[in-house]
Every structure is written in C-alpha cells, then in structure tokens.
T-cell receptor
Framework: NAGVTQTPKFQVLKTGQSMTLQCAQDMNHNSMYWYRQDPGMGLRLIYY???????DKGEVPNGYNVSRLNKREFSLRLESAAPSQTSVYFCASLGGVNTEAFFGQGTRLTVV | DQQVKQNSPSLSVQEGRISILNCDYTNSMFDYFLWYKKYPAEGPTFLIS?????DKNEDGRFTVFLNKSAKHLSLHIVPSQPGDSAVYFC????????FGAGTTVTVRA
C-alpha cells in the first residue's frame, strides 16, 4: 500500500531551469495539496485541488503552476526556478471532511 | 496571513514529564483540527484530531483539547518519551488544510 508517492526525492536545478514534481495517491482521495516547508515557516500551502478538474491557489502560489491530471495525480511545475524556491516540497491527499491527510516523503529541491 | 499559529518554536521536556503544545487559530470556519508529527527527512504523519463539536479527544498518551471560544487548542503528551522528539504541527480544515509553523519538541533523558 503505497499511499502518497512523490518523485523525485532530491533535485538540484540551476536558476531559470524548469521542472515538474510528480505526486500520485492510491487512496481514491478527492483533495490533493502541495506544501513547501522552510525553516521557521512551517508548512505553507502552494496550491490545492479539492476535486478532479479543479485547482486553487494557496498562501504562496507565485512561481508555481499545478495540474490535476486525474483523480490520482497532482503535479507541481516550476517554470523558471529561483533560489527562493529552494525548499522541501510535500504533497498530501485528503479523503473527505473530518478525516486525516496523508503525506508523501517529500522532495528536497535546491536551486543554485 | 497565517490563520493557524504556533507561537512556541521549541519545547524541551524531561522524559516522563508532560509535554504541552499550544496552537491558536483565527478562522472561525475551521471545523476540524489535527496534530501531525514530523521526523527529519520524512513526511508528516497524523497523530490525533478533534472535531469542533468536541472539547477533548484522547488516544493513548496523547490528548487534544479544544477551546472554541478562545480559538485555542493544545496537545498533551503524557508521559513524554525520547521517541517523541520531533516537530509537531497543528493543522485545521475549513475547505482546505492549513498548518501552523510547528514546534520542535526535545525530550531529555
């Protein structure tokens, strides 16, 4: 039982490069989320998708785009990476109201 | 503007004693609250939750208290164990899941 799977686990980018972080869940959850974790800032919401076909901005969406490809997959794209996007990125999925969210293992991204 | 606030970045407690972690929120539409635990290089894992219609929920050594009028919740860990050393995040749900900044707990032997 995989739960939430994120790829890659580690990535180093040069400023200006683009990349897509992949996330897939096998729990048939409707809602999926992308967070970034920075020291002293906790988990800040980048984008979320309440259901297949919908996406909404969170607290810190600038510089990112997302795609809810289907119910299982929710990808996060950096079109032109900046050093300020150096962070650990977590994907999560949520089954419904009054339930817990499950997290992936994270992607550690460094932009140089 | 962060709607979920954990104002204590760190907490150090002796093994066997109680750990109390606090969390405040500003959004009265939150109706479900959760605590997550996170070890380094791992994703957060669910610890315990409470619905807004309750004021207390227990699960083993972990108890969460909710004071809706004060918009405050707390997590009690009794007794604290060395394996409890981790970062603890408070979270809340209205139509999305929002987190606080986290509290790093260190349990001293």
């Amino acid at each position: 039982n995989a739960g939430v799977t994120q790829t890659p686990k580690f990535q180093v980018l040069k400023t200006g490069q683009s990349m897509t972080l992949q996330c897939a869940q096998d729990m048939n959850h409707n809602s999926m989320y992308w967070y970034r974790q920075d020291p002293g800032m906790g988990l800040r919401l980048i984008y979320y998708s309440a259901s297949e076909g919908t996406t909404d901005k969170g607290e810190v969406p600038n510089g990112y785009n997302v795609s809810r490809l289907n119910k299982r997959e929710f990808s996060l794209r950096l079109e032109s990476a900046a050093p300020s996007q150096t962070s650990v990125y977590f994907c999560a999925s949520l089954g419904g109201v009054n339930t817990e969210a499950f997290f992936g293992q994270g992607t550690r991204l460094t932009v140089v | 503007d962060q709607q979920v606030k954990q104002n204590s970045p760190s907490l150090s407690v002796q093994e066997g004693r109680i750990s109390i972690l606090n969390c405040d929120y500003t959004n009265s539409m939150f109706d479900y609250f959760l605590w997550y635990k996170k070890y380094p290089a791992e994703g957060p894992t669910f610890l315990i939750s409470i619905s807004s219609i309750k004021d207390k929920n227990e699960d083993g050594r972990f108890t969460v208290f909710l004071n809706k009028s004060a918009k405050h919740l707390s997590l009690h860990i009794v007794p604290s164990q060395p394996g409890d050393s981790a970062v603890y995040f408070c979270a809340a749900i209205d139509y999305k899941l929002s987190f606080g900044a986290g509290t790093t707990v260190t349990v001293r032997a």
